[in-house]
């Protein structure tokens, strides 16, 4: 049956902004869905009577992806019930569109005279795109270091007088250095014109 105001201050559940819902604690296995409002069935993509009054245990049309957040999802419920304080955790949901959002939930305990935990107030802000542009710095990120990395990787050291190349701390001629690394494996010797001119003169 729907809950149209929050039991504990007797707010009309429309009058609030965020997507709100309450969840009645009826053991640590069963939670049950009681009230939301019009913003948390458009966050899910779901109108209310496709929830409500259903136990997060029996949601089983869900693919792998959504049951492992749904298992993170009664994982907060108890801990909120354990602690009797707010938890907070991310989720990514798949709407009834097929369309996936990310959700950071806020999970209030509602605690009785008996110190007893009869319901949970849940208020979700969207972060997909808070999470999608997470992701693309984090991408980003990844392109800049990899760039980096071949770019200094690309500098070698090398004497200005003989040549000689260095290669962690040792000095190698740049034949072997070329052999090594380079894959040359056999070397012809000439003279530049240059080097010609410098040691014989002009002819």
């Not at 939301?36 to 992806?65: K, W």
């Amino acid at each position: 049956m729907q809950v149209n105001t929050v039991p504990r201050w007797g707010i009309p559940i429309e009058h609030i902004g965020t997507p709100f819902s309450i969840i009645e604690v009826r053991s640590v296995t069963e939670f049950v869905y009681i009230a939301g409002n019009e913003a948390a069935s458009m966050f899910f993509g779901f109108h209310p009577s496709d929830y409500l009054g259903r136990n997060m245990e029996d949601f089983s049309d869900m693919d792998e992806r959504q049951i492992f957040q749904r298992r993170k999802t009664l994982e907060s419920y108890r801990n909120c019930i354990a602690t009797q304080k707010t938890v907070t955790y991310e989720t990514r949901y798949k709407r009834a569109d097929g369309e996936y959002e990310w959700g950071k939930h806020t999970c209030v305990p509602d605690v009785d005279s008996a110190g007893k935990v009869t319901r949970i107030y849940i208020t979700t802000i969207n972060v997909t795109e808070l999470v999608q542009t997470q992701r693309r710095l984090k991408d980003s990120q990844k392109s800049l270091e990899d760039a980096l990395t071949n770019t200094l990787s690309g500098f070698v050291k090398i004497c200005v007088e003989c040549k000689s190349i260095e290669q962690e701390g040792q000095w190698q001629a740049i034949e072997q250095y070329a052999a090594e690394h380079m894959g040359y494996k056999q070397f012809s010797h000439g003279l530049c014109a240059l080097c010609e001119d410098k040691l014989y003169g002009e002819s």
